[in-house]
């Protein structure tokens, strides 16, 4: 085995040992003369610390760093750097070590960057900022700082997941900066300042977005062809929305009932050729008595995308509560090309609420001949 590996030429080890953390990847340096030299051109930079949290002392700390810094200065500059990813909960590094390891990569024609700190506040150099290599952008669990200026004219692909910004117009020049954006994640992005009222652009070149409701306006994805919508409440959605006419996939996440479904209708209503549809119903303590027929509202026309294009609807954490029965049985007689209707239980639901729930749904009338009704 250890022949055939030999004989395979030096850029094809370096892709294979790209998907190795470098800690591994530097130790096969010690299996022959030749294995010696290869890890400085692994294209990739993976350094994975996030389980040590408990035991990681000033000295942990210090080798870490350390090691982190002379990895990547160890590298062979002339061979560019395609991935670099860092994961890390400690809080104590000193700022300018990342500072620097991110104006390095930069410079080395970094194409995917993947950050996850715990809440670290930093400040993203410039040159990273204005980096035209990069491709990938992921950012975990920090603090965005000092953000002035953006352009990342080749970024294909942003996901911001419990980042913290210090106002929305941080947000608003980050998207500003990425024309040719085609994957957006906001989940978990906050702002010290919500009161800050910036015009984001509309984002031409994006197929799928993530987002939580209100993060980023509605009319900024208008072209996408998957979203899914986090954190929804009982509040109108107050944003413009734009006609979807490319969306055939859409999620909305539900933190409580929703009000009388208005919001969820609203939506569909501008997504004409929505063929998938899948509902969140977080039911909170709060929640009034799933007898209260309150919750549901009948809407006056059935939209389009339910009439002639609906092929699958998913309602998950389903409770029997009014509004979500009256909903499924809607779509069941109004979606005339469905296929496939899948029931989610809560899992702490009584098994005879449960056979219930099925029984009700079971006989509830469908339009569509080959529609399949599922529980899971």
């Known amino acids: 085995m250890g022949n055939r590996i030999n004989i395979l030429p030096d850029d094809v080890l370096c892709h294979i ?30 350094f994975d610390y996030w389980g040590y ?33 860092i994961r890390c909960r400690s809080s104590v590094f000193d700022s300018a070590f990342f500072n620097a390891w991110l104006t390095t990569a930069a410079q080395s024609r970094v194409e995917h960057i993947d950050l996850c700190l715990y809440f ?24 965005m700082s ?16 419990n980042v913290k910004f210090l106002e929305r117009t941080h947000l608003v020049v980050f998207l500003c900066g990425t024309p040719n954006l085609e994957d957006l994640e906001t989940k978990g992005v906050r702002f010290r300042d919500y ?8 984002l031409p070149k994006l197929v799928r977005a993530v987002i939580v409701k209100d993060a980023v306006p509605l009319d900024v994805l208008y072209n996408v062809q998957f979203l899914r919508i986090e954190e ?15 969306l055939t996939h859409i999620e ?63 309602l998950n954490k389903y409770t029997g509560t009014v509004g979500g029965f009256e909903f499924a049985k809607y779509i069941l007689q109004n979606a005339r090309v469905l296929r496939d209707m899948t029931i989610c239980n809560c899992e702490d639901e009584e ?17 569509s001949s080959t529609c399949k009704l599922s529980f899971n």
Not at 68 to 76: G, P
Request: aromatic share 10%; charged share 25%.
């Open 120 to 143: 670290k506040i930093i400040v993203l150099p410039p040159i990273l900022l204005n980096c035209r290599t990069l491709v990938v952008l992921k950012l975990t669990f920090l603090e």
């Open 232 to 246: 929804m409440d009982d509040e109108d959605i107050e944003d413009q929305i734009p006609k979807f006419h490319n």
């Open 53 to 85: 949290y408990s035991v990681m002392n000033d000295n942990a700390r210090f080798h870490f760093v350390q090691s982190v810094s002379t990895f990547i200065l160890s590298r062979d500059l002339n061979q560019p750097l395609k991935k670099f990813l």
């Open 195 to 202: 009161e800050t009222k910036e015009i984001f652009r509309r």
């Open 17 to 46: 040992l790209s998907f190795v953390p470098t800690k591994e990847v530097v130790a096969t340096s010690v299996l022959s003369k030749r294995w010696k030299p290869l890890w400085r051109s692994v294209p990739a930079l993976d």
């Open 351 to 367: 098994e005879k609420e449960k056979l219930e729930m099925i029984k009700e749904l079971s006989l509830c009338r469908r339009i």
């Open 252 to 314: 909305l996440c539900y933190f409580d009932y929703t009000r009388y479904w208005i919001d969820v209708f609203k939506i569909l209503e501008y997504c004409p050729k929505l063929r998938n549809l899948s509902i969140d119903m977080e039911i909170l303590d709060s929640a009034p008595d799933r007898g209260l027929k309150e919750y549901w509202s009948c809407p006056p026309r059935v939209p389009k995308c339910i009439s002639f294009h609906l092929k699958s609807c998913c």
């Open 146 to 161: 000092g953000l002035s200026s953006v352009h990342l004219p080749s970024l294909k692909i942003l996901h911001l997941n």
